[in-house]
Every structure is written in structure tokens, then in C-alpha cells.
């Protein structure tokens, strides 16, 4: 769980303290990279539209890369 009290979370990079607003736990993250798979599936698979498909693979990306970066500097 994030407490964003603390002096360790005012140190971090102002762009992860702006994605990471509203949440409180690494479960929400990956909840959303999971939609953002399932939804790029979907539209690249089912609806086949390939813009779509390729910007919710762009938001998976983003987002794993932010829970790693995350993980790294003990955020959560």
C-alpha cells in the first residue's frame, strides 16, 4: 500500500506521483494493465481496429514499466 506521507514518496519523479494519484495499491495497477490487454485484444482481434489495439498496447507498456519502476524503488 502506498502512504503518501511519507518523505520517500515526495522524492519520486513528479510524473509517477501523477499516474500513481487515486491509487493506493499495486492490485489497481495491474487490474488496468490487465483491462488495457483484454481491451487491445479485443479491438486488434474482434473489432479489427489495428490504432486502437496498438494505443492500449502503448498504455500496457507504460503502465508495466511504471509498476517496475515502482517495484524498484519500493513504492508500493
Not at 30 to 38: G, K, P, R
Not at 63 to 68: A, R, Y
Amino acid at each position: 500500500m502506498i502512504d503518501k506521507k511519507l518523505q520517500s514518496w515526495k522524492v519520486l519523479p513528479w510524473w509517477l506521483r501523477v499516474n500513481m494519484l487515486g491509487i493506493r495499491k499495486k492490485r489497481t495497477v495491474l487490474w488496468c494493465e490487465f483491462i488495457m490487454i483484454f481491451t487491445g485484444f479485443t479491438y486488434g482481434i474482434l473489432l479489427q481496429d489495428s490504432s486502437t489495439a496498438a494505443i492500449m498496447f502503448f498504455g500496457v507498456y507504460v503502465t508495466s514499466w511504471l509498476v517496475k519502476y515502482g517495484d524498484k524503488h519500493h513504492v508500493w
